[in-house]
């Protein structure tokens, strides 16, 4: 058996879990579709990792890389496509080779779910966004707008509104808001303007976001709301399409269910960073990966070193 333990995806969790594993005395091989980095490499600039005070979230994941790959066999540009339960040990079968291991950390990762507007993915990082925390820090003082209806999208707008936006407009394209009121109210009671029945048709500016274009679907008005950044909150999609195929078990909005130790109900199976849900930062990811690096070695009969 060539590896151990196969890590799939190559994110701040991958990356790190790799780190830890090999340095465990683990032969590990971590597996990733693309170039590696996830959703962090959108962020035009991260300041809330501890150890560096600014860096553009693609800096960060090739710091992560660099790091990772002086440890654990990252293959690039491999996508898993299949996994399949043996009885002591994982049948991994890629689009280029198939390999055995005994466990598997899975690191897929979510996608932001799309407004799939004009404008929204060539102006992505040059002010549309898809994470108030991460990036909400550099419109200080500026007029943005949250589009969504639900309590991540009016956490969102309260957070902006917190850290001193100027403006915040919520966009959602019905009557009612699909948040708890507790969330409604105190948005409202924080200068939050809600905009109902409204959606929007395009992202526009030139090299940066400028205004929307939007539409009323009741009276069919159409116009423009100028802004400086627009985060779209309508929800986040978690990669699991191999999770279920092992028979991992999934929580209702289809994150990974882990225990403590980063365990799925699958022997042999561990899951980290934002495929689990929970807060989805680059430090979580991080940590959770290092969990699951450190817990697999119970499964491969190694001594946990810690």
């Known amino acids: 058996m060539e590896y151990e333990l196969a890590i799939i995806g190559g994110g701040s969790a991958g990356y790190t879990a790799g780190i830890y594993a090999v340095r465990s005395g683990i032969k590990t091989v971590v597996f990733e579709k693309g170039m590696g980095g996830g959703l962090a490499n959108v962020s035009p600039k991260i300041e809330n990792y501890p150890g560096y005070e600014s860096i553009s979230g693609i800096d960060l994941m090739e710091k992560l890389k660099q790091h990772a790959s002086k440890y654990a066999d990252i293959h690039f540009n491999e996508e898993v496509k299949k996994i399949e339960k043996l009885k002591d040990k994982f049948n991994i079968i890629t689009d280029k080779k198939t390999y055995d291991v005994k466990a598997i950390i899975l690191c897929t990762g979510t996608d932001y779910k799309k407004l799939n507007a004009p404008g929204e993915k060539e102006l992505t990082g040059k002010g549309v966004s898809y994470c108030a925390t991460c990036d909400g820090f550099f419109f200080k003082g500026k007029k943005v707008a949250v589009i969504g209806g639900g309590n991540t999208a009016l956490i969102e707008s309260i957070f902006l509104k917190q850290i001193g936006c100027e403006e915040v407009s919520v966009i959602h394209r019905r009557d009612q808001l699909r948040a708890e009121n507790a969330y409604k109210n105190e948005a409202i009671e924080k200068g939050v303007k809600i905009i ?63 225990d403590k130790q980063q365990r799925t109900n699958v022997k042999g199976v561990y899951a980290a960073g934002d495929i689990t849900g929970g807060l989805r930062q680059v430090v979580t990811a991080c940590a959770e990966g290092a969990i699951a690096a450190l817990s697999s070695t119970e499964s491969l009969g190694k001594q946990y070193p810690y």
């Open 196 to 258: 109902f029945n409204t959606h929007v048709e395009s992202v526009q500016g030139n090299q940066k976001v400028e205004f929307l274009e939007i539409h009323n679907v009741n009276s069919g008005e159409k116009s423009k709301l100028v802004i400086d950044g627009v985060f779209v909150s309508i929800g986040e999609d978690p990669i699991n399409i191999l999770a279920k195929e092992l028979g991992v078990k999934l929580d209702k909005r289809g994150f990974v269910i882990v």
